[in-house]
């Protein structure tokens, strides 16, 4: 009874401190953004125009399907579908070199591993054992929590309309950007990778002792 | 006793039937497709709306549609190749394995059997298609899309010739690399949706096999990127020379060993034998293809054989020299080309003696391919995984390493590659001769004797 009590308290005080932010940012940030900002006016569609679309779609179609299905099996291709979508909007902005990462990165490691993962657990064959779900009262609080900021976010930044350019090799200049300019995060971004390879070394090993 | 009943029909007839086919599949295709490259591109589309059609180009509003038809058809051309290369590709291996093993092999449909394939295609595309009670209908159905998906992307980056490539992406090897995942998803879409112990275990074999071959793998391509500063497929056979001395394989010797260590790393990445543990026969049934039959069945086995020639071709493009003709300086195309809209005739010239040279190259890798097959036996899964990680990878990171030492060396002393080119490569011949020498010693010690005759 007393938990119950506690859990109310904090569920109430959580839902007020929700309410207050969202009403806070809604007529402080975004309100006067939105004035701000005129709406663009509207062109003829031309191919391109098409084309980002259908890519823009499918990124979040995929991302839909990512948080939507419940089966994690799905999921993951949501996710592929989400990945290729973004790969195909790097294209479009002329970053060849990022656009065939994003697909080795993330379609040929994290993907593959997700999908690898998936096939080790127990238990595979029940559908509901992955991907919990908040329940509609958490998601709702999460929604209007995340809502106004994303939405500041979106209408506070100066977004540079970009004409889609004739792709230029972007791999050497990107080099020369991580082994000049940038060299530090460049070291550092190595070494936490590093840190976390032997971490994930020293993990498997501790499992294979306890056998 | 039992009758043996021998195919109807006239031996010469046959004979020659397989013979105008055989010869005028490579024309059809690499014809079409060295015509439909050079046509598919802006300027002489544009040419053609203009010459042909009597449009202005640039305000005819379906330029671009006859751009795309023109695409649209290489596409087709190319995939089409990819088909009747992994077709042709199953023949071959089915003959040479049948010499190694002493048996007869695929005689019955054509001459030699060459007809098999579209036997076997005609089979397999009227069987039913058959998917599992319990197995997860929209993924099972889904796998092999992605596997072909895979397989089809490769191409886009693939060079045929010195002109003949459907995009010399500037990050081309790397975008190679990066479009095989799409096979693996497939792979693992396959074991799992197929609901049964024999496909999973194959699809967690494929996914293990192919994550930890592709770091030996991608570290081994990086090799022949350092020596030609690029990631286009092209510019990585520019950089080479005709000759053999000049080819990345032998002017760097940690380019051999890199090639050596690419080499095994892509027959484990296409699940070829003696890496086949994914799909074992005799362990897995048929690994993550057991549930298939049918059309589906057809496009994994299409893959797989498919993969064979890509594979080869990647080797022949990082280390080989790809497709330059000896004596035939990278001006010389340019020169051939001439001022007009469409090339010169020598420069057609040229590009089917480029694209000869680079089927000839990538047919002798083939053919080391087929032989591994056949002479090794199947590695077990932790031999497979020792050999990776505490041999490839290493030694993969030391050819890197050294790589980068002798691109400093050779800047400093140009000649050091020359040398190293024909050390190398003289090295290389003595151990063929070496090697046909021993494999006639022994067919003569056992009594028998070379045969080439009976085909």
């Not at chain 2, 990647?314 to 001006?331: K, S, Y």
């Amino acid at each position: 009874m007393r938990s119950n009590a506690g859990k109310l308290v904090a569920w109430g005080v959580a839902v007020a401190l929700v309410a207050a932010f969202a009403a806070y940012m809604t007529t402080q940030v975004i309100r006067p953004a939105a004035e701000a900002s005129p709406l663009p006016t509207p062109g003829a569609l031309t191919l391109p125009d098409i084309v980002f679309y259908v890519l823009a779609a499918l990124t979040v179609a995929g991302a839909a399907g990512v948080a939507l299905s419940r089966n994690i099996l799905y999921s993951a291709l949501g996710l592929l579908t989400a990945l290729l979508g973004a790969g195909g909007l790097y294209v479009f902005l002329s970053a060849d070199f990022v656009a065939i990462t994003q697909l080795l990165i993330y379609i040929g490691g994290v993907l593959v591993l997700v999908l690898f993962a998936v096939m080790l657990t127990s238990r595979i064959t029940d559908v509901k054992v992955s991907n919990a779900s908040f329940g509609p009262f958490g998601g709702v609080l999460l929604f209007v929590a995340v809502a106004p900021v994303l939405l500041a976010v979106a209408l506070l930044t100066p977004w540079a309309a970009r004409e889609p350019g004739p792709l230029a090799p972007t791999t050497a200049a990107i080099g020369n950007a991580f082994l000049t300019r940038w060299l530090l995060p460049f070291e550092v971004a190595s070494m936490v990778l590093l840190a976390t390879l032997i971490g994930a070394v020293v993990i498997a090993r501790k499992e294979l002792k306890a056998d | 006793m039992a009758t043996v009943t021998l195919p109807k029909g006239n031996p010469r007839t046959k004979l020659l039937v397989t013979l105008v086919v055989a010869l005028a599949l490579p024309v059809i295709l690499f014809g079409a497709v060295l015509v439909l490259a050079t046509i598919a591109k802006p300027e002489p589309v544009a040419v053609f709306v203009r010459e042909v059609l009597h449009h202005d180009p640039a305000t005819w509003p379906f330029t671009g549609l006859v751009y795309g038809v023109a695409a649209g058809l290489l596409t087709f051309m190319i995939l089409n190749f990819g088909a009747v290369v992994a077709a042709v590709t199953i023949w071959w291996e089915m003959r040479v394995s049948s010499r190694m093993q002493s048996r007869i092999g695929y005689n019955r449909v054509g001459a030699g059997g060459f007809f098999q394939w579209i036997a076997d295609a005609v089979k397999l595309l009227l069987k039913e298609d058959l998917i599992p009670a319990d197995a997860d209908q929209l993924l099972f159905r889904a796998a092999p899309y992605f596997v072909f998906a895979g397989f089809g992307l490769i191409f886009v980056a693939l060079p045929f010739g010195e002109s003949v490539i459907a995009a010399d992406l500037n990050v081309g090897i790397f975008y190679v690399t990066a479009v095989t995942a799409l096979v693996v998803v497939g792979i693992l879409l396959a074991g799992w949706s197929s609901n049964s112990k024999w496909a999973l275990f194959g699809g967690m074999r494929s996914a293990a096999q192919v994550i930890s071959y592709e770091i030996p793998a991608g570290l081994a391509v990086m090799v022949p990127i350092l020596m030609a500063g690029t990631l286009s497929m092209q510019g990585i056979i520019r950089a080479q020379g005709a000759w053999p001395w000049q080819w990345f394989v032998f002017t760097n010797p940690a380019a051999l060993v890199a090639f050596v260590i690419f080499f095994i790393a892509q027959l484990a990445e296409s699940n070829r034998p003696p890496f086949d543990l994914p799909e074992a026969e005799s362990e897995l049934v048929a690994g993550y293809l057991a549930e298939y039959t049918a059309f589906r069945y057809a496009i994994f086995f299409l893959v797989e054989f498919g993969n064979v020639w890509i594979m080869s071709a990647i080797a022949v493009t990082l280390f080989f020299g790809g497709w330059q003709v000896p004596g035939v300086a990278a001006e010389a195309y340019e020169a051939a080309r001439g001022a007009g809209a469409l090339p010169a005739p020598a420069w057609w010239g040229l590009q089917v003696a480029s694209m000869a040279v680079f089927f000839v190259k990538t047919f002798l890798v083939m053919n080391l391919v087929i032989w591994i097959r056949w002479t090794f036996p199947r590695i077990r899964v932790d031999q497979m995984m020792n050999l990776c990680w505490k041999y490839l990878v290493p030694g993969a990171f030391a050819t890197f390493v050294a790589t980068l030492l002798w691109q400093i060396l050779v800047a400093r002393v140009p000649v050091a590659s020359t040398v190293s080119g024909v050390v190398l490569f003289v090295g290389a011949l003595v151990a063929l001769v070496q090697m046909l020498r021993l494999a006639k010693q022994n067919v003569e010690a056992g009594g028998d004797q070379v045969d080439l005759s009976n085909w």
